[in-house]
Nanobody
Framework: VQLQASGGGLVQAGGSLRLSCAAS??????YGWFRQAPGKEREFVAAITWSGSPVYADFVKGRFTISRVNALNTVYLQMSSLKPEDTAAYYC???????????????WGQGTLVTVSS
């Protein structure tokens, strides 16, 4: 099972980025994203069920949108109105239980770095 995240980069504050995560070797009911800023613990960002129902951390509500294309085994994170405090490595996660995905995911991908300059 592999989760391959991509789409990170450098963006100015107020800008947008879209992260992608392609899963291979398995099909998951639920996907999500975590992030880890320098010197901080990993934190939950967003998750989505098979049917497309999203859950967001309060600090990204209204700015980030999670979506998925089941036929492609791919999940996306559209990030808008980015702030310098959004700078972090973003990790794609997956699992069979939504609560688990949002807290202690079964599977983790490699991170993709997002840097937001002020």
């Amino acid at each position: 099972v592999q989760l391959q995240a991509s789409g990170g980069g450098l963006v100015q504050a107020g800008g947008s980025l879209r992260l992608s995560c392609a899963a291979s070797g398995g099909t998951f009911s639920n996907y999500g994203w975590f992030r880890q800023a320098p010197g901080k613990e990993r934190e939950f960002v967003a998750a989505i069920t098979w049917s497309g129902s999203p859950v967001y951390a309060d600090f990204v509500k209204g700015r980030f949108t999670i979506s998925r294309v089941n036929a492609l085994n791919t999940v996306y994170l559209q990030m808008s109105s980015l702030k310098p405090e959004d700078t972090a490595a973003y990790y794609c996660v997956a699992g069979g239980n939504m609560q688990v995905v949002a807290t202690t995911p079964d599977y983790w991908g490699q991170g993709t770095l997002v840097t937001v300059s002020s």
